[in-house]
């Protein structure tokens, strides 16, 4: 069963969050998923075109209280 | 042209500048771009190891960057460099002229770089200025 990890890039400008959730992205295993939490509406759209982008999986965005929950898997 | 390479030349000593330059060598080279980074003239001084990290704001938008902790521009260049394979090098003009010697440069900065090199690189792709 593939992991869930969270990244909490709460406080962090763009590109920050995205920085983060690539990090992240370097440690986990293909086909985990990956929980970026942004304060930064900016990283909510910037992060899903990045994935796009680069052929990742995104699983989608909600935002509770000023939080975007940013939710993806990594596929290769 | 081949449009997966941008070069870009960092020379300002503002904030604004140098922050812009760094978010887009940072998520260029993430999304696969060859990026090149040729730091000169009154940019290659804040890389250097235990100088002023901070440079002043241009305008408004550099001070609120400043005020609310945006990450500090040196950070995002070596995250380029350690996340998507960034090149960044000093001009080796500059580094004469402010008489930086081998090991004085943030870890992240590659060997000084000339103007011919630098050319025929930034020939095969976008060049941006700051």
Redesign the interface.
Known sequence: MADRKVVDAR??????P??EL??AM?MVEVGDEIEVLSSDKGSAS?IPQ?IK??GHEYLGSVEEGGVWHVTVRRTK | MEANRISLVVLSDKREQLQMAAMIASVGAVSGADVLVFLSMNALRYFVKGAERRAPPEGPMGALMEQKKVLAFQDLFASAVELGGAKVHPCSMAIDVLEIKDGQLEDFIGEPMGLTQFLDVASQGQVWSF
């Open positions: 406080g962090s400008f763009c590109p920050g995205l920085m690539i990090a370097k910037e990045w982008k680069v």
